[in-house]
Each structure stands twice: as structure tokens, then as C-alpha cells.
């Protein structure tokens, strides 16, 4: 017996002993074929690439761990990936990867699962990071950026299909098709990434189950498109500038269960855009400085949209298809163009918020009606109209409030160039004035 | 020309009329930006679509009226008979009352965007581009309509007259115009439509500078998708010029046409 334990400890003092043996770390050099050394490595191998240029596209079969001193770039000279993975618990970092061949991928991850890429850089290439299957991939902190040709003909900055649980975290994507692109990618995690320039900064289809939090996503065509896909949280992201006639800041379609809560949606062209969007919850956002706050389609079966903060937008809905509900049955949004009162003092407001709009009729019968947006004659018809009008709503908020729920953090901002270019014209016309009085 | 400028320019500023427009100009354009100051930035929100409007229907309003109530008063009360007899050209004379009288305009909008500034900068607000552009385009608004204005005031031939043609074309411009433009939009064919804004921009100087104002401000995709190449090419520096050149006509063309009626007058008389 114990023996039998001798023999034991010894074959796995041995195994221990022969797998420290195994766990080298080898420098590589420029000059040297990267290829090679990945070839000759082990599973668990540390590759320590020395700074400077390594050509030709590279594959790892292997466990290894791939880590570049500052100023190494792979360039995989436009033909095919340029980094392809096939085997898990790789890891890649600190490098820069760049030109892939024309619709092939910056790093390609086939069916590899605990994959890191952490901290590269990749630039010129079709497709950023494209994940085919796989789980728990990390991509974090790497900065991607794509061809300067119009967006229909470059590819998505990170592409995960038919991945599980991967996390997306602190990238810089700019310049791409889509930033993320989620392709029946299941319980994906996206966190602090900043995406601008692209198509649609988030992309999910039959993507179902997620978190999108704290991102970024600014002056892209759009900001989040959620597609035919269920329980998804979207919270506290900024999403600013979709500025783009075909553009909004979120679009949800043909989805369920989506819930977009603390958000900050500023000055799109349209903030947030319901198309079939069944049971969401849209609660808690400032929809602020928008061309248009929210934009509805089709029906939108059990969505509420409550205790969110709607500022000085130039128009606050855009109702298209069937009403929507601005409330929850206890509380209901805060509207800065909202006119009455609360005179019991429970934080609600005594009439209901009625959404009724002469330039939404008139624009569901004559689109070109658009042209005249804001206008002063439609804008004066508008203000009259609402006095004495008996069309029915659009929508209504029968608990409107009268303190907004969210508070944009204001940096001071009291200009000096406001007060010089007052006092400018003020003396000028005093001076005007005085001196046309004294004529003569 | 310079007696002309200087008359005009004294008649004009000791009004009482103009400086009370003044007064409230100013305080409808503070309370506008004061009401909405928690946002600063420069593109198009509410409170830029209100201090838009705010001159979009006070300003050809309120140059319409001076305008020709001054230039039809001295006619009814026979002073512009006494101008004429000055040794100046009419081309001169029509000259020296347009920038008299432009130069009295300036100084009440300078007064109103002026104390908004200062009103908007004690309450903590912050610069934008747009209150400089909004100024410039506001004064050439009131250039454009001062013009109009010159050409009803020797055209009518009492006050009373002038304020009716100047109430109706106001409303005209400014009220009825854009129901017009969409009302023939529905009746013809899709193709014709981007001609038909584009037309209707150039006929009308309140489309002109509002249309001028939206995209100088880099903002036409208010416009919606069906304009979306004319607004691309609006916003660029060549559209930005036509604009500059269109308004240029709105204000030569009534000058002419006044300059040509006192000519006439003269030869009837």
C-alpha cells in the first residue's frame, strides 16, 4: 500500500516536474519566422515577441500564450487572416495586427473556446476580431479600426456567431461596418466599449440573452439595432449623435423582453425607435435634445415606457402604429413640455399627458411635409391647434411627473465669449442710439 | 445719398414704435433662451427651432411695417415730395432711405440679441455658434423685407394702404406660404418635388433663411430622406453661397422696382 503511494507521488511529483519542463517561454526576433517558432512550441509555451515587423499571416493550433513587446506588428501582407486560432486557452496580446486580405479578418477564432485577445491593436483589415463558435472568448481592450471606404464595403469590427458567453470589454471601434455584430451569439457580455463611425455601433440578431452596459456608442448610422432576439439589458450607455435621416440612437425590432433602462440618449435624429418591440421595458433614460424622442411601428405588445426624463427634444413622438403605453400604471415619464399641475403634491401630475400631433397626421399623408419641420407657420398651427383640438391621442401619459428622475451632470459652462458678444452689440446699438438722437 | 441716409436714419431711431419693438424683441428672445439654457450645443434643438421662429415671424413683420408706414407717411404728408427736390438722383435717394432706415434695424436687433446674450450669461448659459449665425441671418432678414418694404411704402398711396399690403404679404410669406407649397406638392407628380422646394426656397425669403439657418447649422437631416442629396449639397460651401447670392437678389430687385416707381412719379408729375 504503500508503495502503491511512492509510486503515486512519484509519477506526479514526475508529471509536475516534466510540465514546468514544458512551460518555456522562447524570444522571437523579427527576423525569424514567427510561423516556425509557433510550430516548434508546446501547449502552454509563452512566445515573447521581440519589437518590430513579422510578415505573413500566422495560425495558432496550439495553447500558446502570444505576447509582443511595444512596437510589434504582425502584418499579414493582404492575404487571407491574418492571425488565425483553432486552438483554446490561447492568448494574445500587445501587438498590432494589420492587413488582412480583402473580406478576411484581423484574428479568426474557429471553434476555440477561452480565447484572450487583450490589448491589440488592429487596423486595416476587413473584419476585426470574427469568432465562429466557441465560448467564454475575451476580447478586451483592443483598438479596431477598419478601411476608410464607405461602410457597405467594410466588415464588422468584432463578429461573434454562434458564440457562448463572451465578453466584449473597453474596445475603441471606429471606422467599420458594424462595431459589434452579434450573430446567434448567446449571453454575450458587452461593457465600456467606445464605438464611433461605424453602421450600427451594436448589432444583435437571434442573439439572445446579454448585458450591454456603459458603452459608448456616438455618430454612428446607429447606435444599438436589437433584432429578432429576447432578454437583452441595455443599461447605463451613452448614445449620442446618430445623426443620420435613417439612423436612431436605439432600434428595437421583432424582439422580446429587452429592457433599456439608464441610458442617455442625446441629440439623435431619432432617440428610440419601436418596431414589434413585445414586453420591453424602457425606464429610467434621459432622452434629451433629440430631432425626435420616440418613434413607433407596427404594435408593441406589452412595452412600458416609464419614469424616464424627456428634455427639450424638438419633437417628443413620431406614432406610426399602435398607441403606446408612457406608463406603467403607477408612474409615468417626465415631460419637459408638460403644462399642469400637481396640486396634491405626489409627485404625479393632475391631467394625463396627451400626445396628439397636426404634423404627425399631416407627415403620415404627405412625407414631404418633413420639409417643413419645426417651421413657423406648422409650429404656430401646432401651438393653436393644441388648444382647442378634439383629435384623438397618440399616446398618453396618465402619470406624468413633475420633477425629472435624472439629472444630467452639467460641468459649469458660463461662457465669457456669450458675454463679450452681448456687450459688443449692446454698446453698439446704444451707441447707434445715441448718436442717431443727437443728429443734427 | 448721405442726407437721405442721415434723414432717414434720425426719423427713424427717434421712433417711438421702433425702440418699443426693440423692447420686446428683447425680452421674448431672453425669456425663449433663458427657459430652455440647460442645453448648449451647436446644432438644432427646441430652444434653436424658438429663437428661429421668434425671428422668423417678428422680424419680416416688423420691417414690413416700419418700412412702408415711414416711406408712405412722407409721401401722404408730402416730405418726400420736398426730398425730391434735393439735387440727388432718385438711385441715391432710394440708396441713402434703405440704409438709413437698415442701419436703425440693426440697432434694435443688436439691442434684442444683445441683452439676450447678457440675460442667457447671467443665468450660467454657454456660447453657441449659432446665436452669431442667428444674428447675421436675422439682420439680412430684416435686409431683404426693409426692401419689400420701400418698394410697398411708394407704391401704396396712404398709410392705411401700406399697412394692408404689408399685413397681407406678411401673412403670405410667413403663415400661408408653406400650405401653398404642400397643397401643389400633393397634386403633382413625385419627380417634381425637389424643383418645387428648390423653387419654393428661392421665392420666398423666410423659406430662404430658415432653410439657410438649418443647414449652415449642419443640421438638414431634419429635412427627412426624400431631400437628402440637395440637403448634402446645401450644406456645402457652393449652397451656402447661393444662398448668399439669392438673398443678394431679394434685396437689389425692390430696391430697382422702387427706384423705377419714383422715376415714373417724377415724369407724372
Redesign the interface.
Known sequence: MIRFFVVLAMIYFGLFVSHEAYAKTYEIMPNESLQQAIDRANDGDTLFMKKGIYKGAIHLDKSLHLVGEKGVIIDGEKKGNVVTITASNVTIENVTIRGSGGKEAGILLQNASQVVVRNNRIEDVHYGVYVEKGEQTRLIDNHISGRNVHFSKRGNGIHLFRTTKSEVNGNTITNVQDGIYLDWAKKTTITKNHITSSRYAIHFMYADGGEVTENDLTENITGLMVMATKNINIIKNTIEKQLDYRGYGVLIYDSDAIVVSDNELFYNSTALSLQNARNCVIQGNLISANHTAVHSLYENKGTTISENAFLGNVTETKIQGAPLHFDNGIKGNYWDTYRFYDLNGDGIGDSPHKIRSLYNRLLRQWPSVQFYFQSPALALLETTESFFTQAPALGEDRFPLVSSPYVRQTEEKRSWGLFAFGSILLTFSLWMFQYGRRMR | MKTAM?YQ??M???SKWLISF?VLFTILAAILVGS?G????S?????T?ALL?LS??LIPLVTLLTGSLFLSGEKEDGRLALLLTYPISTRALIGGLYIGSF??L???I??G??????V??LI????SSF??LS?FLTVLLAGIFLAISMFIGLYTSNRLQAIGVSLLIWAFF??????FI?GI??MVPKGW?LPL?ALSIIMNP?ELV?VWTITAMK?G????????EWTKWAESMNGQFVFFGVACIWMVIPLIFANFLIKRGNRDA
Not at chain 2, 440647460?38 to 450645443?41: A, D, V
Not at chain 2, 440679441?113 to 447678457?118: D, E, K, P, R, T
Not at chain 2, 410667413?174 to 400650405?179: D, M, P, S
Open positions: 442721415k436714419w434720425m427713424m431711431i427717434r426693440g430652455s440647460n442645453e448648449s450645443f446644432g438644432f434643438a427646441r430652444s427651432a421662429n422668423l415671424l442701419l436703425s440693426l440697432t434694435v443688436s439691442f440679441y444683445g441683452g439676450a446674450s447678457i442667457l450669461f450660467g448659459g454657454g456660447w446665436f452669431f444674428f410667413v403663415l400661408f406660404y408653406e400650405f404642400v406638392l400633393s418635388v422646394f423666410v430658415r443640421s437631416t431634419i429635412f427627412g430622406p426624400q431631400l437628402y
